[in-house]
Structure formats: structure tokens, C-alpha cells
């Protein structure tokens, strides 16, 4: 049963290597919602369906009225948290296909994939590590405690692990498995390089009704869950720009009312224009509307960074923080400039150091364009991500 919250059937046959394969995607979020995670799996999916494979997409119902997804299936959690979703039934959802591929972290999830693996139910499993999870407090503890104790035996059953860089594995809980190396392989994320493309920024502007003045983006979620984004950090390094200079800020979430808070306090005023989650068809403006984006994350929830690669495809220059990760994709002084993590002076100069130079600025976009049109694109990650299956499926 397609788009309900019930699974479908699992299919009886397996495709030879080379022709069309039936795939299971496990994802903790999926759009409408709007992470990197699910955005990284929605791509996927339609990627290769679009390429004639037939792709189920499994994803925790998180309440409200369903949406209605063709191939995707939202499933009804025992137990629900937060972006925890105890989901059992997923041993039998997944069995019977060619490849089940799991997007992780998924807690509540993870473990039971990894069990019907472990238990021959399913022949083949693909695991995407997007990142450790880090938290405070009583989450701290218990992330801290799933790191030693079940994430070993996790990831141990998958067949490939795929990471979007080897710098941040090496750097992230799963560089300490030695005995999986072997198994490890680096998969960076493509972005759709047709509808992000370079434009002028003014009638970006104007679309989006901002002021036609410096400008500099920053996409990302305003929520709880994406506190790592180092919006608060932004902010202060944006108070110390001309008062010419606009901060325009893209997404939404339950952290919003405090940043628009903290914009204030700190005297940026209209300066600061939240602009709330735009439509995917206005998204790609954001980016063409700035001189510089900004990726300001202050922790290793940040382990790649799609908006860095998604302002390259518009060929607009970012400065982020120089995390594990991150790096791979903004290239200190040919895509972009890095800094450390949480620095507001050093956040705050290597803007406006841009925002000076707009030859500079502009050259080190084109050079992030050149680079995503030559390695990164979606269909370059689509190319990995198939022939990763077929080298499985002919083992």
C-alpha cells in the first residue's frame, strides 16, 4: 500500500546486477521536513527512480495528516521523541529487497535493520553514516552511551558504509572501528546543479523582496535540533559589519522568536531579515541574492554541509567553520574561507574581508561552480551511489 502509514508488501524476487533493482531507503526525517538527512535520501530516491529503479522509502509518521508520497511510507512508531521513532516493524518492511539502504543515526530504528541483517532477512545492507549525534545533558548521556555500546554492533552488519568524507569519519565515533575500514567508502553528496545555478543577485533581491545592498545568507533550521548551527554566533559577527550590510536568514523552527530576539537586542534591526522555510522553487534565490554565504555550525552535527555546496552551484563563495567535514567542501582560499568554529571576530573579518573584495568574492564562486559541475553534482553522487550496489550485489 503506497503513501500510507502501513508498509507494503515486501517484494519476493531479487534483480540481477545491471538491471532495474527494487531499493528500501530508512530515513529519521524526510521532506516536507527539512534536514539535511531526509534531503540527502529524498535526492537519492528521486534520483534513482528517476533512473528506472523502484525505490520504497521508509520514514516515521510524526503526526498530522500523512503526506502523500508516492513510495513513501509513514510509519506509525510504538514509541516517538523527538526525531526517536521505535519502529520494529521495519525487520519485516525490509526484507526481499536487492538493497536496503539506512540513513544513520536513526534511533529507535537503526538496530532493528541491523538485526534483520544480522538474522539473513535481509540480503544487503547499505549504510549512509551521516554523523555522530551529540547533545547535552541527559541526551549527551545517553547518545554518549548508544556510541559505546550499540553503534558497534550497528554498523558492523552493514555491507558498505558510505561517508560523505573520509576526513570527518576519521574524526567521528566510526573512525574508532578499526575492523571496518575495509568496508568504508567515501560517497560526498551531489547537488542538482540544473536548479541551482548562478544569476544575478539583484533580481534575486527583488524576488525576494530585500533591500539591493551587501548581502550575506545564511539556510539552515532555526530549531532545536539544528542549534549547531552557530546562528546565535552569526549574529553577533554580523553586528559588527557596516550598517550597510544585510543578514538575510532562511528556514524556521522553535528557535526562531529567540534569534529574531537576540537580533535585536544586539541593534541589527531590519538588518536582519528572517525570512522563514522559502518554497523549493524560491530556495535557489536565497543563495543568488548573496554576496557571501555563511555556514557558521559550532559542532560535529555539522559533518558536510549541503547549503555550502548548494550556494557553490549558484557559484556564490561561503565562509564556514573549519570542521571535519565541512572542509572537504569549502576549500579555504579556492571556494571559499574557513574559520574556527564559534570565533564572532574571526566569523566577523572573514565576511567583511569579502564583502570588501567583490573580485575576490566572485572568483572563488566560480571556482566552487567549476568544482561542482566537474565532481559534485547529483548526477556524479547518483553514478558513486550505483555502482557502489553493483559491486555488492556482483560480491
Known sequence: MVGTLNAPAP????????????IAQVVVTYPPYRGGIGNVAHAYAEGLRARGHEVDVFTPAYGG???????????????????????????????????????????GAAGFVAWARARGRIARLVLTYHMDAHA???????????????????????????????????????????DLQDRVEEHPFGVDATRFHPGPAPAARARLALRDAPTVTFVGG?????????????LQAAARLDRDVQLV????????????????????????????????????DAYRAADVVVL????????????????????????????????????????GKLVPPGDVGALAEA?????????????????????????????????????????????
Do not use: N
Open 11 to 22: 517484494p519476493a524476487a531479487h534483480a540481477a546486477p545491471g538491471r532495474r533493482l527494487r
Open 65 to 107: 495528516a500523512p503526506v502523500e508520497q508516492p513510495g513513501v511510507h509513514r510509519l506509525r512508531a510504538r514509541v516517538r521523541a523527538g526525531q526517536f521513532a521505535l519502529l520494529p516493524q521495519l525487520a519485516h518492511c525490509c526484507a526481499g529487497y536487492d538493497v536496503v539502504h539506512l540513513h544513520f543515526p536513526f534511533f
Open 136 to 178: 547535552s545533558g541527559l541526551r549527551g548521556a545517553a547518545f554518549a552511551c548508544h556510541r559505546r555500546l550499540v553503534l558497534p554492533w550497528t554498523v558492523r552488519q552493514a555491507d558498505r558504509i558510505l561517508v560523505s568524507s573520509r576526513d570527518y569519519a576519521a574524526h567521528a565515533a566510526l573512525g574508532r572501528l578499526a
Open 222 to 234: 532555526l530549531d532545536r535540533a539544528h542549534a549547531f548551527k552557530g546562528v546565535g554566533v552569526l
Open 249 to 284: 536568514l532562511v528556514g524556521d523552527g522553535d528557535l526562531r522568536e529567540a534569534y529574531r530576539r537576540q537580533a535585536v537586542a544586539l541593534g541589527l534591526g531590519e538588518r536582519a531579515r528572517f525570512l522563514g522555510g522559502l518554497a523549493d522553487a524560491d530556495l535557489p
Open 296 to 335: 557558521p555550525s559550532v559542532g560535529r552535527g555539522e559533518a558536510f554541509g549541503l547549503v555550502a555546496l548548494e550556494a557553490a552551484a549558484c557559484a556564490r563563495p561561503v565562509v564556514a567553520s573549519d570542521l571535519p567535514g565541512v572542509r572537504t567542501v569549502v576549500r579555504e582560499g579556492a571556494t
Open 351 to 395: 565576511l567583511a574581508d569579502l564583502l570588501a573584495d567583490a573580485a575576490r568574492a566572485q572568483a572563488l564562486g566560480t571556482a566552487a561552480r567549476t568544482r561542482v559541475e566537474a565532481e559534485l553534482t547529483l548526477e556524479h553522487a547518483l553514478d558513486r551511489l550505483l555502482a557502489s550496489y553493483a559491486r555488492l550485489l556482483a560480491a
